[in-house]
């Protein structure tokens, strides 16, 4: 099945500075990534996501990008802010269409 | 629009009780899922319907466990009777697609704890 491994699990940047969250997948199937920022006490949020036939997608400070040969895929989020502080979680889906979510990223912006 | 709500938020329960959890889809979506979400294990897809009929319930830890969608909009997820080990967060997420490769939208989550 699929496997989908995230890196780093904590992740402390300055209020300002770029944040950048990698992740990996098994099943070349797969063919919707999308990242989630969860909250406190929240459900995950949808935040930016892409499909494989797009290399790079970008939304104001937060862009993803995609390399389906080399299975991996990150988020960059620049400028970042205080707000930005939370789990965000990457997600491939597998051979039946089904999420395989990452293990999390905690990241802290300190001001 | 009302995004997914769920009910109860928090519950607490003693061990052996049965308690169930609820969830009413985004309006217009068709494919419901429910997950758990523990520090040990992170997110977990338990069951997921498409157009009211369960598709795979694969992550469903044993039969303790059981999941309806009596209607379009709404769901239960059932747990009879619960465990300590059951505590966790349950949240659901609802689509409009017709299986689950597309976005899937959480509700706020139900925190089970079971003493």
């Known amino acids: 099945g699929e496997n989908v491994e995230q890196h780093p699990s904590t992740l402390s940047v300055q209020e300002g500075d770029s944040a950048v969250i990698k992740c990996t997948y098994s099943?070349?199937?797969?063919?919707?990534f999308p990242w989630y920022k969860q909250e406190l006490g929240k459900g995950p949020q949808l935040i930016i996501d892409?499909?494989?036939?797009?290399g790079e997608k970008k939304d104001q400070r937060i862009a993803v990008t995609l390399n389906k040969t080399a299975k991996h895929f990150s988020l960059h989020i620049t400028e970042t802010q205080p707000e930005d502080s939370a789990v965000y979680f990457c997600a491939a889906t597998d051979s039946w269409g089904k999420f395989q979510f990452g293990a999390g990223t905690q990241v802290v912006v300190t001001p | 629009d009302a995004g997914v709500i769920q009910s109860p938020r928090h519950e607490v329960t003693e061990m052996g009780q049965e308690v169930t959890l609820r969830c009413k889809l985004i309006s217009g979506h068709n494919s419901l899922f429910w997950y758990r979400q523990t520090m040990m294990r992170g997110l977990e897809l338990l069951i997921y319907?498409?157009?009211?009929?369960?598709?795979?319930d694969s992550g469903m830890p044993e039969d303790r466990f059981s999941a309806k969608m009596p209607n379009a909009s709404f769901s239960t997820l059932k747990i009879q009777p619960s465990e300590p080990r059951d505590s966790a967060v349950y949240f659901c997420a609802s689509s409009s697609s017709t299986g689950g490769t597309d976005t899937q939208y959480f509700g706020p989550g139900t925190r089970l704890t079971v003493l």
């Open positions: 319907f498409n157009n009211n009929v369960p598709i795979d």
């Open positions: 099943d070349s199937a797969s063919n919707y």
């Open positions: 892409i499909r494989s036939n797009v």
